[in-house]
């Protein structure tokens, strides 16, 4: 897909403007302390969530893709580029989810903005992105964005640590609730729509058995979903996992033929925009599995 270009004249116009709107704003102390904080961007809801419980307040967090787009496949827009050209980190998932990003950061950008890839440092499944499915992972994520936001904002050090630390600890409970109930589920294989689950299964002892989609966004061949019926027949799967947002007829189909139950499971991709979102979303898939996997 191609990038959505805007004239750099254009950029250049509207850093000129920012920049006087700075030196008026001196005669109000307030309003200049709002816009010396750090613009920090983020890529998508999760790592949305991460960075906006270790800033707190102490900086501004704004995420690019606006709530329910699939981070995928994505197309930037003018008003995107325009929140590029103003950000000072950016920080992305990794893991190959933003190739879509990569370029416009690398040749389009008059400023180089500091890119934190929050994936440094896990262990890549078969280049699959969905790191932040399972907590563990997101614990990583999460000490990357603290260590990026320290370096680049020392005055906030001690903030971005104590804040860090306390989303860890709560990181960790939401690590052992799901351990607890994944080792209590009586079925351990499921079928899901697109491949997103696997760091997820393998954390916590279950087995992504089949998907639907080979590749997000594209139509399963035949020969695919063929397979996919003998995978479901074989391993007497009863139920079906689709996503949020997403009506799938091939879903619909294969779950009328064989008898299956379908339930939605969040790859919590599509997100909403707060702190708590992450853990709730995390949870209301704990909830579905002990229904879905316990029959
Ligand atoms: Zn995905």
Redesign the pocket.
Known sequence: MKPFVIPICSILFLLCAGLSSCQQSEDYPKQHKALKKALVLTTTAPVYSFTKNITGDAASVENLLPSGTD??EYSLTPEDMLKLSRAQIIIINGAGLEKWLDKIISSQLKKKPIVVDSASGVHIIDND??IWLSPRNAMIQVKNIRDALIEADPANSETYRKNADLYIERLKTLDREIMENTSALRKKEFVSL?S?FIYFAKDYGLRQAAVIQEY?EKEPTPGHIAEVITIIRKNNIKVIFSEPMVSHKIVKTIAKDLELQVYILD?L?RGDLYPDWYEERMRANLETLRTALNQ
């Open positions: 981070p995928h992105p969905h697109h997103a997000p790859t991709e």
